[in-house]
């Protein structure tokens, strides 16, 4: 049995401030407020259908848009994740899902790799969906690979709906990251790499 993998970090810059607290061995407890609706409800959707406990507070620039409050959401959720993963060792360290939501349909797959990278082959159009900004879907996943270290995957096989496709995106890679960070059981604990670093 690993130790309780969690990790708390906070941010602050002129044009954010942000505070998460994530736990990778959790129920899917999520406590988001990010001051950007459909934001808080990816946010809810991305913790619980990763199985992850989670605590997002944001208070951003939004006088000016939602981009900054966004993409900082991502850079520390990302710092958030890789410290809570630690040494990484014992993890499953791939996952992947192909995620249906209605009409839409969206694959992610992922490597905890070490190098974070984000390839993105989603269609969004230019807009809003409620109070969020299409475009700043990719801006956060973005910024979430980069900080924890994973190459991300992310195509859309299918949909029209915007906040169909978003919501998609989000409980794909939370399925996928799920899988990524279970322990493997026959794994016994070791790196699950062949030069002995991720
Ligand atoms: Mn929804």
Known sequence: MMDMRTARVSRATKETNITIEVGLDGAGTVDAQTGIGF?????????????????VDAKGDLRVDGHHTVEDT?????????????????????????????????????????RGALYWDVQ???????????????????????????????????????????EATFKAVARALRQAVEPDPRAAGALPSTKGAL
């Open 39 to 55: 934001f808080d409800h990816m946010l809810d959707a991305f913790g619980r259908h990763g199985l992850l406990d989670l605590q």
């Open 74 to 114: 991502g850079i520390v959720l990302g710092q958030a994740l890789a410290s809570a993963l630690g040494d990484k060792r014992g993890i499953s360290r791939f996952g992947q899902c192909v995620l249906p939501m209605d009409e839409a349909l969206v694959m992610a797959a992922l490597d905890i790799s070490g």
């Open 124 to 166: 969004l159009p230019f807009g809003m969906v409620g109070d969020f900004d299409a475009q700043l879907a990719r801006e956060f996943f973005i910024a979430l690979a980069a900080n924890a270290g994973i190459t991300l995957h992310v195509r859309q096989l299918a949909g029209d709906n915007a906040h169909h496709v978003i």
